[in-house]
Nanobody, 121 residues
């Protein structure tokens, strides 16, 4: 079974930085899209940033210019560098990946367990 494990969350002051990591493990043939979503209390889960296997990135307008998504295909890992953090960035951040397990298999979406990011004012 494929598993995504996030790390790097925590408590930081406004203006500070955090680096989130998400490593995919298990039976994996290829990983297409990888991304980060977040969900604050009372809100819907929203896309923060995504990156394709070729390196094309997409960001939410609210984080553009402050966050950077990257991936290491050899390690099946995606990162989210978060700079200039604001209190409104406080949320549970979830890793997401579209994974093909077999050469002729279908692609399925997997989710990590989430990591808490709290930004104090």
């Amino acid at each position: 079974q494929v598993q995504l494990v996030e790390s790097g969350g925590g408590l930081v002051q406004a203006g500070g930085s955090l680096r989130l990591s998400c490593a995919a493990s298990g039976s994996i043939f290829s990983i297409n899209h990888m991304g980060w979503y977040r969900q604050a209390p009372g809100n819907q889960r929203e896309l923060v940033a995504a990156v394709t296997s070729g390196g094309t990135t997409n960001y939410s307008d609210s984080v553009k210019g402050r966050f950077t998504i990257s991936r290491d295909n050899a390690k099946n890992t995606v990162y989210l560098q978060m700079n200039s953090l604001k209190p409104e960035d406080t949320a549970v951040y979830y890793c997401n990946a579209e994974i093909q397990k077999l050469v002729l298999g279908r692609r399925y979406t997997y989710w990590g367990q989430g990591t808490q990011v709290t930004v104090s004012s």
